[in-house]
Structure formats: structure tokens, C-alpha cells
């Protein structure tokens, strides 16, 4: 890791912490701790990390941003900063200076679509656009015939239907039927929706990673406090052992999403060459850490026992967002079904060699 | 809210690559040659001849320095070799001890003239190492062990068992963890030295122990009034303790540590055929996913030591995640595997290796520390000790 890295890491972590501590969120009566937090993202220029210099941006690495949601993620940061990421990346592929504001991007899904018309407007509907509610730009990875081209439309003028997901955050459907962009500009080549999908894919990756690793901590610490049976329940063995379990899950979330960061870095870099070791990269990321997610957020709960199924503990804050992110871009079944498809195709002698060449 | 459990995304450098095509180029001429059949898993995997041939290559004691023979070439090219020949199961049993635990430790605490003697017979895969440290009351609990050396004239006399002693009828030395004095009130661990044992002599009596697939690979090893000489002595007196050991995370983290049972997946894959329902598909995903992650933070903790850092943490952490997935991946693939109508002499053979995959599974997650040790060092790297 670089010092611009630690950087990167040391200022998204002190805002964080300063206006998004877990425990005050958690006590909150309301939502106006939000927005003292995105203007403070917002003013260290993390909102537009992956947005060029020319173009007003940071111009930080593709792995920075990655480590900037990994933070976000370690905080159980319920604001747009991963998809406003997102959406400034695409915006900055086609020179577009995005607005300020909280952004989203669409489509969320594998199998949902947006189509521009020849008369330049969009249509479709497309399900579970994290933020939609709360964005005021949504960048689109929309279609002209079989072109992929990028959008930006104002979310005022898109009908977004209430939703939330299972951490309760927004979560909505999208009809952009008869939604005219105010930008529109074909994509590079190389970058489609398949593009967007995996940049998506390994952001929730590494959210989850910060997440797990504060599931984590937190369990760590509650174990090294509480007293039963007259000692802290750490000491015994049984819940060792399942820490330790919780631990090697932390581990591999760090190793994939960190692996699958680097891995996209390098495939902008050659122009955008999502080749099938990119993909092996993305996927196993978005499997493994979807599982360590299911995996992790269970043995933190029962290390927690009642207390960390209430509403006023900061656990929940946490896998709840765990549940949450592991669905989002594609859960593990979804990236399984296709790499193993992938894998066979391939067929049995060209395994290894794949694996190896990562 | 940030706990450091970091794990570097390390690539193989490129000299790696050239390496890898090298022992792949190496290996092909071997099987075709009729050296080994990298489908007969149950073979004893020591071949002498082999481990010559591997010497001769270069790649035993790839990392050590020049003056004992090595290369001195990077952790991360040596990576490259272990899991090439551990994919194709190659028959390793011949020098991987000794290239992996017992070269360093010679290196480390033997005398000049036992280094200037076994190193370079190492590096030309010509002496094999076993390690003595299980005895019959002393297993996950080392420091249990009871096998005795006596002061005598000159040097020591061993009396006393070691046991699951693996590959001991096959080698010349065995590094041999003995009792010296008692272990003390304060540090129960006192009290063991290590030692240079040369195999082969009157006072050594090597007994099979054969496992359930049939497969001597165990020994019970006797020691009755064996004679050793001062000067093979490894370090300080009753203090082998201390000397565990900075070589642990390369142990704990190789890629042997996953790749034990990895035959079972390209067959699983033959079997599945080329277009897999979506049960078969999905359950291929999950598992190479899972295989993929598993050896980047192999690779990673590979890296992290060649740089001069020291991930013991995640040394355990990779180990105990990579034993519990070798072990687990022949019942996932029976599972996936259980519907399949592929031609029957693909299944045969998939039958074949999941047969023997099963019945080594069990021993995976106990030799070289078991589940329970790990996760019990895993809870003291997390505070919890």
C-alpha cells in the first residue's frame, strides 16, 4: 500500500468517524446526522474519487476508490457513496462532469434493461436501484439498438416507487419510460452493462469486507466484556472458536475483494479487457464474500447472544447491510450458476490453468 | 473500525510465470516418460529417482542462499513449484519435507560441518527428512512429549516412540523432538532440544502404520538406546521451544494446504460434462470461487513474507480455511456429482479419486495442527487469549 493510499484510507476513515459513528447513527432520533456527512464527502472530494481531474474529480486509482467503500462499508455507511462512485466513473469514461449530489446508477440487475429510442428517450423499468430515492442524478448504462450507451437523467424526472431493502435503506424500482437524458454518450468501447455490473459487484465486495471486519471487532470486543458464568464468555473455548471461524471468513472477504480490486484496475487499464480471468476475479469475489456475509453475520449475532438482535445495538447495523449488499449486482447463486457454466465450458483441463494464471 | 487482518493482493512476478512453464514443460515429459501417472493418487508418492531429476532441475532449496547450494530466488517462484507438482501429484515425498521444514532448520541451528554435509545432498534430492515430533500420549499437545535423551559420554541416548511418523521407513534423517530435562512450574514447554537423527542405524526400529486406503505412509519409530553425538544437537538445550519458528506461516500457508484433495474438481467438472444444469453449474461456481480466494491469500501471505513482513496471523487463518476446504470438497463433490450421466468411464475414474479423497479427508484437518490447535491460535491472534 502506498502512502496516497493511506492517505485515502486515513481521510474517508476520520470522516467517517467523526459524523458516522455506528452508536450515535444507531441513537439518532433522525436523519439530519446525513447530510453534515455527505457534505464532508463530499468537500474531501471521496464523492467523485473515480472522476478525473479534468473533469472535477479526484482521479484516484480504481483500487483507492475500492478501499475508500471498504471503509465506508467497515461503518455500515448508509449514504450513496458507493453507487455516487459508480456513477461518476461512468460519467468521467464518456467526459461528462457529473453534478453534485448524491447519485445512483442503473441498472442494478443482471437482467433489467434501459432502451433509448430514436426520438432520444429512454424507456424500461428496472428493480432494487440502490439510493434512487435519495439521488438526484441517475447515471444509466441504457441501449441504443445493441450500442451501449451512457446516460445521466435527473431522478425528479424519473417515477422511482418506494422501497427499502432489508437494512432499510432506499431501494427502488425505476421507470424511465419517456425520460429524456440530459447527456447521453456512447460507451467505449469495451464497456457495457457487463462492465457496470462487475464494477458494482466488487464495490458491494469490498463494503462487505469493511463490514465484516466490524462485525469482527465488534464481537471481539462484546466477547472480551461480557461476563457469564463468572468470566468473559471469550475465555471459553466454544466461543473462541467460532471468533476464530468468524476471523477466517473476515480473511478471505480482505484477500477476494481486495484481489478482485486490483484485478479490475489492471483490466481499465489494458482498455477494458474483461477477460475470463477478470471475471473468475469479480465472481469469486462477489461468491465468497456473499458467503462469508451470510456465514459472518450469524456467528456475530450468536457471540452477541439477545442483545445483538435489538434495535438499539450497533450489531444489526451491520449484517443487516451484510444481508443486504450480498443481494445487490448479483447474489452468490447468480455469479456461481455463471462461472461454473463458464468453468465447463472451458472443460476439466483448462481449471488449473485459469487459477493459476491469477 | 478496523480490524488488520490485511491481505496484500500479490501477484506472481513474471519470472514465476517463466518458472511455472518450465516445471509444467518438466512434468509433461515426466508423465510421458511413465515417472508417474498423475491419476494414481494412491501411489506412495517417493520416488528417489524423481526427486534426483527434481534436484537436477534446480528446484529443491530453490530460496536458499548460494553458499549452501540454493539459488536464492524468491518465495513467490518456489510457490510456482510446490503447486504445479502438487496439482499434477507428483511423487514429492522423496525431498518436500526437507525442502520445506527441515533444509531451514538445518540451516538455521545445525553445525557448519552437518550444514556443508546435508545441504547439498538435499538440493540434489538425494536425502530425505522425516520429522519426529507425535509420540502415542503426545500429539496436538507437543509439549507433552516423553521420548527421553540421556547425557552420556560424547552425546545422548534416545529411548522411547515417536509415532505417525510420516514417511520415516523412506528417509535418511529425522529431525527428533526429545525430552532433555522435566518441564518446569513455570514453563511447561522446557525441557525438549532438538536433534539430528540418521535413520538406518541399530536402536531405530521403524514400524508401518498403515491407513484405511491401504497407504503406508505412517510409521511408529522405537528408539532403543540410540547413540547421538553432541555436535547434532539443533540449537540450545531444553530450549527447542524457543526455536518455533519463523519458518511456520511458509508451512502453515503453501499451497499443499488446499491443494490436497484438488484432483477431485477437474474430474467433478469431466463428470458435470460441458453444459451442466444449473445445480451443477452453481455448485462448480461456489466451489472455484472458493478455491480462487483460498489461493490468493496463499499467495498473498507468500508475498507478504518475501517482503520482509510477518503475517503469522494469516499464516493460521489460510491454513485452517485451505484444510477445511480440501477436506470438504470430495462430499461436495459427491453431492454435485450424485445425478450425473456422463459416459462411465469418465465416472470411473471420478469414482476412483473420490474414493481415496474421502478416505484422506479426515487426516487433513489434523496433521500438521489440527482445527481445534488453529482456531485456538487464531483466538489468541484475536485478543481473545
Known amino acids: 500500500m502506498s502512502d496516497s493510499d493511506n492517505i485515502i484510507v486515513d481521510t474517508t476513515t476520520r470522516i467517517f468517524q467523526d459524523l458516522c459513528d455506528p452508536q450515535t447513527v444507531n441513537n439518532a432520533a433522525d436523519d439530519s446526522w446525513k447530510q453534515p456527512l455527505w457534505d464532508a464527502l463530499e468537500e474531501s472530494g471521496l464523492t467523485l474519487a473515480w472522476v478525473s481531474d479534468e473533469l472535477g474529480g479526484a482521479g484516484v486509482d480504481i483500487t483507492d476508490g475500492f478501499d475508500i467503500l471498504r471503509v465506508s462499508g467497515s461503518f455500515a455507511s448508509p449514504v450513496p457513496l458507493g453507487e455516487t462512485l459508480l456513477a461518476g466513473w461512468l460519467l468521467s469514461r464518456v467526459g461528462v462532469q457529473p453534478p453534485t449530489g448524491m447519485m445512483t446508477v442503473a441498472p442494478q440487475r443482471a437482467d433489467d434493461r434501459v432502451t433509448l429510442g430514436a426520438d432520444g428517450a429512454l424507456s424500461g423499468t428496472v428493480r432494487q436501484i440502490p439510493f434512487a430515492a435519495n439521488a438526484g442524478h441517475i447515471a444509466i448504462l441504457a441501449h441504443a439498438g445493441d450500442a451501449p450507451v451512457i446516460a445521466l437523467v435527473a431522478a425528479s424526472d424519473c417515477a422511482i416507487a418506494e422501497g427499502l431493502n432489508i437494512a432499510g435503506d432506499n431501494q427502488n424500482t425505476v421507470t424511465f419510460d419517456g425520460v429524456t437524458p440530459s447527456v447521453v454518450k456512447p460507451a467505449p468501447d469495451g464497456l457495457d452493462a457487463r462492465s457496470l455490473y462487475m464494477m458494482g459487484a466488487a464495490a458491494r465486495s469490498a463494503q462487505m469486507a469493511g463490514a465484516l471486519e466490524s462485525a469482527l471487532q465488534i464481537s471481539v470486543a462484546y466477547a472480551q466484556e461480557r461476563v457469564a458464568f463468572g468470566r468473559p464468555i471469550g475465555k471459553f473455548q466454544a466461543v473462541q472458536h467460532n471468533l476464530a471461524e468468524l476471523g477466517c471468513e473476515v480473511a478471505a472477504s480482505a484477500a477476494a475483494s481486495s484481489s478482485a480490486a486490483d484485478a479490475l484496475q489492471t483490466a481499465l487499464r489494458k482498455g477494458d479487457v474483461f477477460d475470463q480471468q477478470i471475471f473468475l476475479e469479480v465472481a469469486a469475489a462477489k461468491i465468497r464474500v456473499g458467503e462469508a456475509a451470510g456465514k459472518g453475520a450469524a456467528i456475530a449475532h450468536q457471540a452477541h447472544g439477545a442483545i445483538g438482535f435489538t434495535k438499539e445495538h450497533i450489531l444489526n447495523r451491520f449484517t443487516r447491510r451484510l444481508w443486504a449488499w450480498r443481494d445487490d449486482f448479483g447474489g452468490e447463486s447468480a455469479w456461481a450458476v455463471e462461472l461454473g457454466a463458464m468453468v465447463a465450458a472451458n472443460g476439466a483441463d483448462e481449471l488449473w490453468p485459469l487459477l493459476a494464471s491469477r | ?385
Open chain 2, 1 to 385: 473500525m478496523s480490524t488488520a487482518i490485511q491481505f496484500d493482493p500479490i501477484r506472481l512476478p513474471s519470472e514465476a510465470e517463466a518458472l511455472r512453464k518450465e516445471v509444467r514443460a518438466f512434468l509433461q515429459d515426466e508423465i510421458a516418460a511413465g515417472t508417474f501417472d498423475p491419476n494414481a493418487v494412491a501411489a506412495s508418492g517417493f520416488n528417489r529417482e524423481f526427486s534426483r531429476k527434481v534436484g537436477a532441475k534446480g528446484w529443491i532449496g530453490l530460496t536458499w542462499p548460494k553458499k549452501f547450494g540454493g539459488q536464492e530466488r524468491s518465495f513467490l517462484e518456489r510457490y510456482v513449484v510446490t503447486e504445479e507438482f502438487r496439482v499434477a501429484n507428483a511423487p514429492v515425498r522423496g525431498h518436500f519435507t526437507a525442502d520445506r521444514q527441515s533444509g531451514p532448520t538445518i540451516m538455521k541451528y545445525a553445525q557448519d560441518h552437518i550444514k556443508d554435509d546435508v545441504l547439498p545432498r538435499i538440493i540434489r534430492g538425494e536425502c530425505s527428512f522425516c520429522i519426529g515430533m507425535s509420540e502415542p500420549n503426545s500429539g496436538s499437545d507437543l509439549f507433552a512429549a516423553s521420548t527421553r535423551a540421556t547425557k552420556t559420554d560424547g552425546g545422548w541416548l534416545i529411548n522411547g516412540t515417536k509415532i505417525w511418523t510420516s514417511g520415516a521407513h523412506n528417509s535418511d534423517y529425522m529431525i527428533g523432538l526429545f525430552r532433555t530435562s522435566p518441564s518446569t512450574k513455570e514453563n511447561r514447554r522446557h525441557g525438549l532440544t532438538q536433534f539430528l537423527v540418521k535413520m538406518g542405524q541399530p536402536g531405530i526400529t521403524v514400524n508401518p502404520v498403515v491407513q484405511m486406503t491401504g497407504i503406508h505412509e505412517f510409521n511408529e519409530v522405537v528408539f532403543e538406546n540410540l547413540f547421538i553425538a553432541d555436535d547434532h544437537v539443533f540449537g540450545e538445550i531444553d530450549m527447542a521451544w524457543k526455536q518455533a519458528t519463523s519458518e511456520l506461516a511458509y508451512e502453515r500457508s503453501g499451497p499443499e494446504r488446499f491443494l490436497e484433495t484438488f484432483y477431485v474438481l477437474p474430474e467433478l467438472v469431466r463428470v458435470l460434462g460441458n453444459k451442466p444444469d444449473t445445480r451443477g453449474a452453481e455448485g462448480i461456481g461456489r466451489l472455484v470461487a472458493q478455491l480462487h480466494t483460498m489461493r490468493r491469500m496463499s499467495v498473498s501471505v507468500n508475498g507478504m513474507l518475501q517482503a520482509g513482513k510477518e503475517p503469522t496471523l494469516q499464516g493460521s487463518l489460510v491454513k485452517n480455511l485451505g484444510t477445511l476446504w480440501e477436506q470438504s470438497l470430495p462430499s461436495k463433490a459427491r453431492d454435485l456429482a450424485a445425478f450425473s450421466e456422463a459416459d462411465p468411464g469418465n465416472r470411473a475414474t471420478f469414482e476412483e479419486l473420490l474414493q481415496f479423497a474421502t478416505m484422506i479427508a479426515p487426516k487433513l484437518t489434523i496433521q500438521g495442527g489440527t482445527t481445534e490447535v488453529l482456531r485456538g491460535i487464531i483466538a489468541r491472534g484475536l485478543d481473545l487469549r
